[in-house]
């Protein structure tokens, strides 16, 4: 069986999909005020398509997929999608990142599909806050989607924060009291430079700052890697308090090292880095149903994956159309 080892000796065993550019918020950080100009439906690949390049990426050894947007469940029938994916390949992980405003109204379908993980990004707990950074969002109907997700045993819930400097760093208390409180584990990410007319460098808190700034900060120490599925996030136990946090450093202490990921556009394009504008168009074998020509352009496009993202950082697009 073919795998997909890229130059540097990389196993990539991790697929992040996008099912769609639309999202129901306009977050600063990842679109304009005004949104984007949306993908034609005939452009986005069906449920079909993606069910086929699934198996195809199973059979190069991927074990996992993650579901992204914009917001995934926006998307009619995505869990139809999901719940037929774990029926046709019940060995894979499958995983959704969604911001939770329709959380409430899917949770328990997205139990019954088998979801493996959840990824929940909430940026702040102050309701004005949280209206200004997602333009339109409301935090009531995300604390209630989160609420709805714990209650129907969905495990592995992470609530991932991008922390701005004099936005959010102030809150870091309260984010994890409240991820505590819920049963989530918080992950504070630092603010990556995807958008330059947004991304300010006396805005970015480097993982390293952000250790000091964590409640009884003496009492955090580094859980070993080997504790938690690989990841971008190194994470810390407080010996005092027994809470776990994780720190996401892909600015200031990248991961390009142990990167094990792809990533899907919702058009069907291939990209071997977050940071990388060349993308590769795998729709059309999609559509032609040329397993064997799939299967040999993913294995060569893996070759111009990068060794580092600030290899490559030539060119810059909406998070909302790369994929989360």
């Known amino acids: 069986m073919d795998r997909l080892i890229d130059d540097y000796g990389r196993h990539l065993n991790y697929v992040r999909i996008s099912v769609t550019d639309r999202c129901n918020f306009r977050c600063l950080y990842c679109m304009p005020p005004e949104g984007i100009k949306c993908l034609d439906h005939k452009d986005i690949m069906?449920?079909?398509?993606?069910?086929?390049?699934?198996?195809?990426?199973?059979?190069?050894?991927?074990?996992k997929f993650r579901f992204t947007g914009g917001e995934p469940l926006v998307r009619k029938d995505i869990i139809h999608f999901l719940t037929d994916l774990k029926r046709m390949y019940p060995d894979i992980k499958t995983a959704l990142t969604t911001n939770a405003?329709?959380?409430?109204?899917?949770?328990?379908?997205?139990?019954?599909?088998?979801?493996?993980?959840?990824?929940?990004?909430?940026?702040?707990?102050?309701?004005?806050?949280?209206a200004k950074i997602t333009r339109i969002g409301d935090l009531e109907t995300?604390?209630?989607?989160?609420?709805?997700?714990?209650?129907?045993?969905?495990?592995?819930?992470?609530?991932?924060?991008v922390l701005i400097r004099g936005f959010n760093e102030d809150e870091i208390g309260r984010l994890l009291k409240f991820s505590k409180d819920e049963g989530l584990?918080?992950?504070?990410?630092?603010?990556?430079p995807l958008e330059d007319g947004i991304w300010k460098k006396e805005a970015f808190i480097s993982g390293e700052e952000i250790l000091t700034m964590l409640p009884d900060g003496n009492f955090w120490k580094p859980e070993s890697s080997a504790s938690r599925e690989a990841g971008?996030?190194?994470y810390y136990f407080n010996e005092k308090t027994g809470d776990h946090i994780g720190i996401i450093t892909a600015v200031s202490n990248h991961f390009c090292k142990y990167c094990n990921r792809l990533r899907i556009s919702a058009s069907g394009n291939l990209r071997t880095c977050l940071f990388n504008p060349d993308e590769i168009p795998l729709r059309p074998l999609i559509l032609a149903g040329d397993k064997d020509g799939i299967k040999k352009l993913?294995?060569?496009s893996i070759r111009s994956k990068p060794r580092c993202w600030n290899d490559i950082r030539t060119g810059h697009q909406h998070m909302s159309g790369?994929?989360?």
């Open 46 to 63: 069906r449920y079909e398509e993606i069910l086929w390049l699934c198996g195809i990426f199973r059979e190069l050894g991927v074990g």
């Open 101 to 130: 405003s329709l959380l409430g109204q899917y949770a328990e379908e997205l139990a019954g599909a088998g979801l493996h993980s959840l990824n929940i990004s909430l940026d702040t707990l102050d309701p004005e806050k949280f």
């Open 142 to 161: 995300v604390i209630f989607g989160i609420r709805a997700a714990v209650r129907v045993g969905i495990k592995n819930i992470k609530l991932n924060t």
């Open 185 to 192: 584990l918080l992950r504070l990410i630092e603010f990556m």
């Open 232 to 234: 971008p996030a190194q």
């Open 298 to 300: 993913i294995l060569d």
């Open 322 to 324: 790369i994929g989360g």
